[in-house]
């Protein structure tokens, strides 16, 4: 089946620090790929997606690009800000090994903290 | 803006007990989903509906969860006996159809067995 996996957190950084969070996957077709946000307290809002290979998605300075060749899809941002704190999740749907078309399989989440 | 709804916030139930969780979704929107998300972990889809049709309910405990969407709207998630395995953050979320487009999600329920 789908699985998403990311790389072990949490993630501290200082304000204005490169930040890059890893994500890989194993699907058996061609999935969409999204980058989630929870906030504390708060539900999980998509920060970014892309749904074919070399795609990028962007937005509020995060970005990820559809790796295919090497089934990644790694966030970035050049310069943190505190308010960047929260939990990111790597998502997957429509990979073709889940039981349903729009079943969003998740990786384990990132807690991230930036530091003034 | 408008935004999935669910109640309870939070809800504290003893071990045995029954306990029922209520979603609305964005207007207009067909697809639904319950997840469930253990502390430390992502998400797990539990089930999915496509207006008010079960679409993969493959990982909902059966035994002890049921969900219904019965006209297609809102939708609720009951839990009955609740087991201290539950606890967990309970989150709704819909889309405008299946497949590739933003799921928007609730602010979800925190349940506590005890």
């Known amino acids: 089946g789908d699985s998403v996996t990311q790389m072990e957190g949490p993630v501290t950084l200082s304000e204005e620090a490169f930040l890059t969070i890893n994500c890989t996957y194993t699907?058996?077709?061609?999935?969409?790929l999204f980058w989630y946000v929870q906030y504390p307290g708060e539900g999980l809002q998509l920060l970014l997606k892309?749904?074919?290979?070399?795609d990028k998605g962007s937005n509020k300075g995060f970005e990820a690009t559809y790796r295919k060749e090497t089934t990644s899809f790694h966030l970035e941002k050049g310069s943190v800000q505190v308010s960047d704190s929260a939990v990111y999740f790597c998502?997957?749907?429509?990979?073709?090994?889940?039981?349903?078309?729009?079943?969003?399989?998740f990786g384990q989440g990132t807690i991230l903290t930036v530091h003034p | 803006e408008a935004e999935v709804a669910q109640s309870p916030r939070y809800k504290i139930t003893e071990k045995s007990q029954a306990v029922a969780f209520w979603c609305d979704p964005i207007?207009?929107?067909?697809?639904l989903y319950w997840y469930r998300q253990i502390l430390g972990q992502g998400p797990e889809l539990l089930v999915q509906?496509?207006?008010?049709?079960?679409?993969?309910d493959s990982q909902l405990p059966k035994d002890r969860f049921s969900a219904e969407r019965l006209k297609g709207v809102d939708s609720t998630l009951k839990i009955q006996p609740a087991e201290l395995g539950d606890s967990a953050m309970y989150l709704c979320?819909?889309?405008?159809?299946?497949?590739?487009?933003?799921?928007?999600f609730g602010p979800g329920t925190r349940l506590t067995v005890t």
């Open positions: 979320a819909s889309s405008f159809h299946q497949g590739g487009d933003e799921q928007y």
């Open positions: 509906f496509q207006d008010e049709s079960v679409v993969d």
């Open positions: 892309a749904t074919k290979a070399d």
């Open positions: 207007s207009g929107h067909a697809t």
């Open positions: 998502a997957l749907s429509g990979g073709g090994g889940g039981t349903s078309y729009g079943k969003l399989t």
């Open positions: 699907a058996t077709g061609y999935p969409s």
